[in-house]
C-alpha cells in the first residue's frame, strides 16, 4: 500500500485539526479522499492501517483497524464509504 507523501500527511494532520479543533466538517471529504490510497472510492482496511500509522508516528496493529471497521462499517461491506467515515468521524468527535 502506497504510503502518504510527506506533503500529504502534513495536509492530513492540517485538516483534521481543523475538523476537530473548529468542528470544520466541510474537511472530511478531502481527509477520506487523502485515506482512499487506491482512489476507489472507499477506504480499505490496508488503507487506513497505512494512514493511521503514519498518523499516529507508530504501528497500528491489525486488530485495532479490524475493530475501527466493524464500528464504522455500516453497511458490513469490509471497507468504508464517505457516509460511514464521515458518521465515525462524527461520532468521535462529539
Known sequence: MVELSA???????????AFYDRRDDS???E???LFDRNGNGRIEASE???VMSQVSGEAVPE??????LLEA???KN??????????IMKKHRD
Open 7 to 17: 506533503d500529504q500527511l502534513a495536509k492530513v494532520n492540517t485538516l483534521m485539526a
Open 27 to 29: 474537511k472530511l471529504p
Open 31 to 33: 481527509i477520506f479522499s
Open 48 to 50: 487506513l492501517q497505512v
Open 63 to 68: 486488530s485495532e483497524v479490524n475493530e475501527m
Open 73 to 75: 462499517d455500516i453497511n
Open 78 to 87: 469490509g471497507v468504508l464509504e464517505l457516509s460511514e467515515f464521515i458518521e
